[in-house]
C-alpha cells in the first residue's frame, strides 16, 4: 500500500508533544546561544540568549 504525504500543523505538533511531557519541559521563544558538554561528561549544558542555562541528561 503507497503512503501519501502527510502533514501537521506545527503548533498542533508542539501541543501534542507537550502534552506528553513533564511541565516545563518546553521552553518556546528562547533563543539558544551555546552548548557547552565537559571533556569526560555526559551532561550538556545550553546557554540561552537570556542568561538561562538548562543542564540536559
Do not use: C, F
Not at 11 to 16: D, T
Not at 30 to 39: A, K, M, T
Request: hydrophobic share 35%; net charge positive.
Amino acid at each position: 500500500e503507497k503512503l501519501g504525504l502527510r502533514s501537521v500543523h506545527r503548533k498542533a505538533l508542539l501541543e501534542a508533544l507537550a502534552e506528553e511531557l513533564p511541565p516545563s519541559t518546553i521552553r518556546l521563544g528562547s533563543r539558544l546561544s551555546s552548548i557547552e558538554q565537559s571533556p569526560g561528561e555526559s551532561l550538556i549544558t545550553l546557554h540561552l540568549e537570556d542568561g538561562t542555562r538548562v543542564k540536559t541528561k
